[in-house]
């Protein structure tokens, strides 16, 4: 199983990024997924999570402002980042568990808020 990251970047305060996650191994249907970021200095924390049948939870600090979403045909996994703020700079890693295979990371995508 491996996760690959895209779609990080440098963006402007009030700006949106729109991250993803494929997952590999036609597996993706069976696992929960979730994203979480490691701001500088700090440590990891969960950003937003959604299940295999697509219940969503969110930190209170992105609610609102940030939305989880998983395509199931693409495999994929997405985070539509809105509203951005500069303490949303970190590096935003996808995380996926699976019932039998255990639980697995991407290997992080840099996302900067700064003008």
């Known amino acids: 199983v491996q996760l690959v990251e895209s779609g990080g970047g440098l963006v402007q305060p009030g700006g949106s990024l729109r991250l993803s996650c494929e997952v590999s191994g036609n597996i993706f249907n069976y696992a929960n997924m979730a994203w979480y970021r490691q701001p500088p200095g700090k440590q990891r924390e969960l950003v937003a999570s959604?299940?295999?049948?697509?219940?969503?939870n969110y930190a209170d600090s992105v609610k609102g402002r940030f939305t989880i979403s998983r395509d199931n045909a693409k495999d994929t996994v997405y985070l539509q980042m809105n509203s951005l703020k500069p303490e949303a700079t970190a590096v935003y890693y996808c995380h996926a568990t699976f019932v039998v295979l255990g639980a697995y990371w991407g290997q992080g995508t840099q996302v900067t808020v700064s003008s």
């Open positions: 959604i299940t295999s049948s697509s219940v969503t």
